[in-house]
């Protein structure tokens, strides 16, 4: 297991920096040195715990929900990346067998094969048994998520493939830190929008938002203000990624969407509602399942008695 972990952290996981430590008054700079060794390896105990509590969701999600035979959408983030290392395990020990994955970016896609996992491309009406994958931010009761805030390696926005994909699978669970399932939902939502008016567009979409939020083009390589610089980033489609960045919390994420998607030019977004799903969420050590009925399950005790 940890050396599963490991693995992932260094090829999709950004953890949290721990924030420096301040000199107050006149404090010896041995007695600072001391402390902020202490701090160094508390800071890297609970970035350790962190991913550990990831692999128990994501051995958990494997372990409950995939059946040998199955056609698995592979979402993409860190915890997903950590359930395809342990989905390639599964089958090297033949507890699963006759699995073939869906992978929904290019970094998932490597990660499968270094699995040695059989995969297919994508296509529009692929039946999919089911998929998991990371969410940014889920609404808490709702289970509404929101999914393409990071930017990939690629600079490829993998959101829309990885949309297409749970809304494809007769099952879905988002993989999640606690600290991600909330009440109120801030920071980007991720609209693709036409490129032809693009910037008519964004202006209607900072119209409907006017006051909660900002509407920003992404660029492809580095940071660039609300034009995107130089650099935009344009998918294969031809398409433009704007970050509409709310800076109060959203009351209704459904809403949201409902209203992005009557704006002419909007392609689609980055929310995912309306979908029966579950959420397993890493919590304090244990892993929790939310289902589609909004009830909480405690399912830690089953990590480990499947695949093992």
């Excluded at 693709?192 to 920003?216: C, H, R």
């Excluded at 433009?240 to 209203?259: M, N, Q, W």
């Amino acid at each position: 297991m940890d050396a599963i972990a490991g693995a992932s952290v260094s090829s999709s996981a950004r953890l949290r920096p721990c924030p420096r430590l301040r000199r107050i008054g006149n404090v010896a700079p041995a007695t600072v040195r001391r402390r902020s060794r202490r701090h160094a390896v508390t800071c890297a105990a609970a970035a350790d715990a962190d991913v550990v509590g990831l692999f128990d969701a994501a051995k958990l999600t494997v372990d409950r929900f995939v059946e040998s035979g199955m056609v698995v959408g592979l979402g993409s983030g860190p915890a997903s990346g950590l359930a395809i290392q342990y989905l390639g395990t599964r089958l090297r020990r033949g507890s699963l067998t006759g699995i073939l994955g869906i992978p929904s970016s290019m970094i998932s896609a490597s990660e499968a094969e270094k699995a040695g996992i059989q995969v297919s491309n994508y296509e529009e009406g692929t039946q999919i048994d089911f998929a998991f994958t990371d969410a940014d931010i889920i609404e808490e009761d709702t289970m509404t998520a929101v999914i393409g805030r990071r930017k990939t390696e690629s600079g490829e926005p993998s959101f829309m493939e990885e949309k297409g994909i749970v809304k494809s699978a007769g099952k879905l669970a988002f993989i999640i830190g606690h600290e991600k399932y909330v009440k109120g939902v801030e920071g980007s939502i991720p609209v693709l929008v036409k490129s032809a008016n693009w910037i008519d567009t964004a202006e209607e979409i900072d119209d409907l938002f006017l006051g909660d939020a900002e509407v920003w083009r992404r660029p492809s390589i580095g940071t660039a203000g609300p034009l995107g610089g130089d650099f935009p980033l344009v998918t294969k489609e031809g398409h433009h990624v704007l970050d509409v960045i709310f800076t109060t919390p959203i009351p209704d994420l459904g809403k949201v969407a409902e209203s992005l998607e009557k704006i002419a030019g909007v392609v689609d977004h980055g929310i995912v509602s309306s979908i029966p799903s579950y959420v397993v969420v890493a919590l304090n050590g244990e892993v929790q399942v939310l289902d589609e009925r909004s009830s909480m399950l405690s399912l830690s005790s089953q990590i480990g008695n499947q695949g093992s």
